[in-house]
């Protein structure tokens, strides 16, 4: 952080075309009218929470001082009054529109823009308005195989906006695929430090899925790997995976991406009994080596707050004993069979052989991804992966949204 | 992994005492009666999905390969037997029992060890003896202040038992002291290595809080820290957090402790209203400078399947505009200015100044920290931090207490 960054209240403008028609304090509370007849009423200690002023918030990190406990029980909006001035303390934006002047029972004076209130205005119009902004997701189908996003390596080394529709793709439809890739070990560390800072794991920062011709070890066999996401046995699984293909001379090991939100949503359809099981069962997943022992236990499908698809949780070679009692295991798993059968649906698969160069990223708590048995004898086959949260690409879709938007 | 690691069924024996007296199939499921009278039925597809014949289960690494969707609709075991030889094939250890033999209707045989049948039972007595197993966790008052777990940077680094002792201390007390530790930069990663990899951030995989006589940046201010934890604004907040005491010559800067599920026990005593307000209602956390731009919204207070207290997520710094409906709002800010109120209440602080050497090592996710005001130009003040994720804690006691339990 530098002494020449602008001081905003959060680091971007809140423009508003929409004017304050009137002010006024009802029980202590605020009712603002807007010239298209919206009417927001704002809890005194909401407002007197988000005060920007400079006291309140220390100027240079935007970061609230103020405590909401050292307001009074009996805080109340004394006065109000709309400016048509911008609030030149706080924002140097004058297309965040009037400004409207709270003093407050305790002797604090604050002062909002027009457009910060109306992007965090608390009535249901409101609110609804900001859950339709919601990214849309695209969700996979076989039928979709031909659309996926692929980018370039060059576009997302060197081109921010290219770098920032990447991301947004992989936000959405989770499943995307870079070309031109050097075919050099660590390659993919170019890409994912665009992003941000890869996620360590056991594996390392960098993981090598090779194959040798003659395997010395079991995690490089050449079997079947059925659909499955990757990590299912931490707490938080890694947001995104990317597995990029440096060599692939074997016959086989063909790769499939099968997104579990389609599947998800197939199955909230059409047997809403076993999608209202396999969102509330805990489920555990183990992987235990000589020195490590990892285990979580959460539902195959995960809810957001709003009740929206949020995760899916499964790797078959990676499940343990479930700990349910015994009366509730003939739904379980008839629930866990349909999902496991709806992995193997032709409608859900995208199937493509990997080409050194290319490399795969998708989201790892939708997308599960199998590996066809291959034969090591006929070639080599060496992949290498990193993961990186989905904090992060949110983090960095924020911040480049804000330097092109 | 290597080739010398004998095949065993989970790492572990699953060592029983208890004798099998009867084994019977009713509806294709199997009844197990115990010489302790206890009876287990279990259902087919659970012991079937268990098989840990080397057919079903990968040797090598012990991962599953059979998938229960390919059982058939009517998978029952046809005949079952209790043989007093131990299941030779799947296990070395013969204090695991005697072994159920499961005939199944489509030409499959497994065959259990006594001792995981035991342990893996999910009939109510059995699966009330696991959760009863739960660690127990200790609750922090100010009385307990003198009763904080110390070791010595000696002991964790050369003593196995030592380690997994300062590991059981951190996770059921969340709240540790580590004396002696070399006062030289990144001292702090070798108590952390020792349970694994450190949690990178965008403050690095080390971070520095450093006072200079004349800060230069906000994010170095002596100004009080309120109680809070790390990195809210993260969908998974780090597990523990570790402060490595290396200069501490100023005055003031003292550290408090509060811990948050003694609040919550508390609050769900004496304010349940507030408790499930705070327990049920997203706020969201910000954090956003000119380089990033992390946000994630959840309850200030988490909640396991069990219901049991999971998760404290606060800092009051980094709080962002609450989403919530108007007329949801007096309801909920009462509740959080009651938990502010409690964090400030002396019954749940414990206050100690740091001495060069002196690491606290803390469950970020439990454990609120706060920083006294200090005078800056009193003297010298250096910290270093990591994080180290609870996965990684709970993956090295499980390790640990395979190697000397």
Chains 1, 2 share one sequence.
Not at 109 to 129: C, I, K, M, V
Not at 220 to 242: M, S
Not at 250 to 268: H, K, L, N, P
Request: aromatic residues 8%; glycine residues 6%.
């Amino acid at each position: 952080m530098t002494d020449s960054v602008p001081i905003v209240v959060d680091w971007r403008p809140f423009r508003t075309e929409r004017t304050l028609t009137d002010a006024e304090t009802t029980d202590g509370a605020v009712t603002l009218v807007w010239d298209d007849r919206r009417r927001t009423q704002f809890n005194p200690f909401f407002l007197r929470d988000n005060c920007p002023c400079n006291e309140c918030v220390l100027p240079l990190t935007r970061e609230q001082v103020f405590e909401i406990v050292d307001a009074p029980d009996t805080l109340a909006a004394a006065a109000v009054r709309i400016s048509d001035m911008p609030a030149h303390s706080v924002v140097s934006d004058p297309a965040e529109g009037q400004t409207l002047q709270v003093e407050w029972s305790d002797g604090h004076a604050s002062a909002y823009p027009a457009g910060w209130l109306r992007a965090h205005a608390t009535d249901p119009a409101s609110r609804a308005e900001r859950r339709a902004q919601t990214p849309k997701l695209f969700i996979w189908g076989a039928e979709h195989a031909d659309g996926l996003g692929v980018f370039t390596h060059d576009q997302i080394m060197t081109d921010p906006a290219g770098l920032l529709d990447w991301l947004v793709a992989l936000r959405d439809s989770g499943l995307t695929l870079v070309r031109d890739v050097p075919t050099e070990p660590n390659a993919l560390l170019g890409p994912a430090e665009r992003i941000s800072h890869v996620r360590e794991t056991n594996f390392g920062r960098v993981f090598d899925v090779r194959s040798k011709p003659t395997p010395d070890s079991a995690a490089y066999t050449a079997v079947n790997l059925p659909p499955h996401t990757d990590l299912p046995t931490r707490e938080l699984q890694p947001g995104y995976q990317f597995l990029h293909c440096l060599v692939n001379d074997a016959t086989g090991g063909e790769s499939i991406f099968v997104d579990g939100f389609a599947i998800a949503q197939a199955m909230r359809a059409d047997y809403p009994a076993h999608f209202a099981m396999l969102t509330t069962m805990p489920l555990p997943s183990w992987n235990r080596d000589d020195r490590t022992d990892y285990r979580w236990s959460a539902p195959l499908i995960a809810l957001d707050t709003e009740g929206a698809v949020s995760e899916i949780r499964f790797a078959n070679f990676l499940r343990g004993p479930i700990d349910a009692p015994t009366e509730q295991m003939p739904a379980l798993y008839a629930a866990l069979r349909q999902f496991q059968a709806m992995t193997r649906d032709a409608r859900f698969r995208i199937e493509r052989r990997l080409t050194p160069g290319d490399m795969w990223v998708f989201d790892n708590r939708r997308m599960m991804h199998a590996r066809r048995a291959f034969d090591p004898r006929s070639g080599a086959r060496h992949l290498q992966g990193v993961y990186v949260d989905r904090d992060e690409v949110r983090s960095r879709i924020r911040i480049l949204s804000r330097q092109t938007g």
